[in-house]
């Protein structure tokens, strides 16, 4: 079993940048893909960026060159970079975790971005 927590989502106007974390514990050896997606209400959860156990990175065409996914350690604490923010981008980001057979999310952190 895998607890995510995610932290840093706050109001930013539009331009700024936010780092999101996401912290990993429990079963984190056997974490082989993370990722992080965001969620609009009413809105279908949409990936964002992921990066799996090799360091193999992907992004959503909304976050190519603006965003970048990262890592610390053996997957255990997961980062999201956002630059150049826009209103567009405000969504409650949530962290994901697959180990074999399972997925797990974080409760998610709001980024709100302000015009």
């Known amino acids: 079993q895998v607890a995510l927590a995610e932290s840093g989502g706050r109001m930013v106007q539009a331009g700024g940048s936010l780092r999101l974390s996401c912290a990993a514990s429990?079963?984190?050896?056997?974490?082989?893909?993370m990722g992080w997606y965001r969620q609009v209400p009413g809105e279908r959860r949409e990936l964002v960026a992921s990066?799996?156990?090799?360091?193999?990175?992907a992004y959503a065409d909304s976050a190519k060159g603006r965003f970048t996914i990262s890592r610390a350690g053996a997957l255990n604490t997961m980062y999201l970079q956002m630059n150049s923010l826009k209103p567009e981008d405000t969504a409650v980001y949530y962290c994901?975790?697959?180990?074999?057979?399972?997925?797990?999310w974080g409760q998610g952190t709001q980024v709100t971005v302000s015009s």
């Open positions: 990066i799996n156990s090799g360091g193999t990175t």
């Open positions: 994901y975790a697959v180990i074999p057979g399972f997925g797990y």
């Open positions: 429990g079963s984190i050896s056997s974490i082989n893909f």
